[in-house]
């Protein structure tokens, strides 16, 4: 059985995506794996030691908000797997923390996945140099082919 691995973020495209993954999925027989990657903070704002009270603070304030973050995420993913058994897709769900190209590359890899599905934000030029692309890093590195859908289906003519 195949094994899609599709991206999701939380955002307006999140439907497209998952809508576009689930029906090749569905002609495919594939099996889905639905992910998401929290964040990494960019920087911690701390001076001194690396083991400071400060630094320590911001630790345990980060954790605080990856647990936070964790438990929405995972109730949002389940209900996206729920849908797609609804409709007698396979789909069970992860999420871990880190940068987006690298821990999907990653994750694709050790799930062995065929193919890997994600949206893109539409970041072109200095910005996407700037802020970095997890589509365009997937495209270069994946261990699987690469479907970048579209936020919005062109419509037929």
């Not at 094994?3 to 027989?29: C, G, H, P």
């Amino acid at each position: 059985m195949s094994r899609f691995l599709v991206s999701l973020v939380r955002s307006d495209q999140s439907e497209a995506v998952f809508t576009q993954a689930l029906a090749i999925s569905r002609q495919n027989q594939a099996r889905l794996m639905l992910f998401h990657c929290l964040p990494v903070e960019e920087r911690l704002d701390y001076f001194g030691e690396v083991y400071s009270e400060e630094f320590i603070q911001n630790s345990r304030a980060l954790q605080d908000r990856v647990a936070e973050q964790r438990q929405t995420h995972q109730e949002w993913l389940a209900h996206y797997s729920q849908r797609a058994a609804d409709v007698g897709v396979a789909a069970e769900w992860d999420l871990k923390v880190g940068g987006a190209g690298y821990t999907i590359r990653e994750y694709a890899r050790h799930w062995e996945a065929n193919l890997v599905v994600i949206g893109r934000r539409g970041h072109s030029g200095l910005k996407e140099l700037i802020l970095g692309s997890a589509s365009n890093h997937l495209l270069h590195h994946a261990p699987c082919s690469v479907l970048i859908a579209q936020a919005t289906l062109p419509t037929s003519a």
